[in-house]
């Protein structure tokens, strides 16, 4: 199979494709992410080969990449607004170097540097919704976040991103992240002790595109537990859920969460095809009612 697009997401696809016309093995071929496809093909017992296509047409196996980025540290003046973020209500979040306050999964702050002539950039936390959002705050209420002005938008935002909540756009973003929230709030929803969420591992792009998000705690047998989330039919959640686990905890059993509508016979038969087990937890906490909502 040729990927033309959305090559970093393609496993999933092009092994649904081969299972559903009865293929035996799989030969993939792509011309970005080579190596990281390589590195997910090897979580499955499926006969899989990828390739990658240079840009002069040539056409070699594709290496598998570490799947471990390197550990990007949180400098000390990034993390100096960590209190400032806990204070206005908001979850500190550090994912890939970026530090960050979370509301019920959404971002609200982050910490941000400003080119200046000296080596150090300055560091600075912007309020807002996605990098559009925080421009626009800052137009409207200047370079310098107040605690009043993140505390309102945490109240905001919490009003929001509640169980059983009319649809608004505060609570179409993240909904995977929102998913998280609650059941690390309810962790013997999925048969956890405990959960508490971890950085992908890979960045996110932004906040819009839906991508799976990831939890690590133990479950009510004792052991480590690695749990996705993801909201809406996946083609691919499967194989990043398995280079998920082998970067958080390699020897953790792998859960994947979503509403039970969401897990379709044929992504069940991708975590069929894993060499280390995982299984499915249908979460419907999202779709709860609200005590006291009209």
Known sequence: ?????????????????????????????????????????????????VYKIASDLTITPALSLPGALPIKEISAADESFADFIR????????????????????????????????????????????????????????RTATIESLRKVVEEVASKRIAGANPHPLNQLGRERLLRHLTCVSPHSVDAISLQSVAPPMPRA???????????????SGKSLVAIFSIGIDPDVISFGADARQAIDDQAELIFVSPQRDIVPAIAQLAEL?????????????????????
């Not at 819009?208 to 939890?215: G, L, M």
Request: a negative charge; aromatic letters at 6%; glycine letters at 10%.
């Open 274 to 294: 894993l060499f280390i087990p995982a299984r499915f937890a249908g979460c419907n906490l999202l779709d709860a009612p609200t005590r006291g909502r009209d």
């Open 206 to 220: 932004n906040l819009k595109d839906q991508v799976p998000c990831c939890a690590l705690g133990i479950s009510r």
């Open 1 to 49: 199979m040729l990927l033309t697009s959305r090559h970093e997401f393609g496993l999933g696809p092009a092994m649904i494709w081969a299972l559903r016309n009865g293929a035996t093995s799989l030969n993939i071929f792509t011309e970005h992410n080579s190596g990281d496809l390589a590195r997910r093909a090897s979580f499955f017992n499926f006969d899989i080969d």
């Open 87 to 142: 204070g206005s209500g908001a979850e500190v979040t550090r994912e890939h170097g970026v530090l960050a306050g979370e509301v019920c999964g959404l971002e609200v702050c982050r910490v941000v540097h400003d080119d200046t002539d000296t080596a150090v950039a300055e560091s600075r936390l912007e309020i807002g919704v996605g990098t559009h959002d925080r421009e626009t705050f800052q137009l409207l209420h200047g």
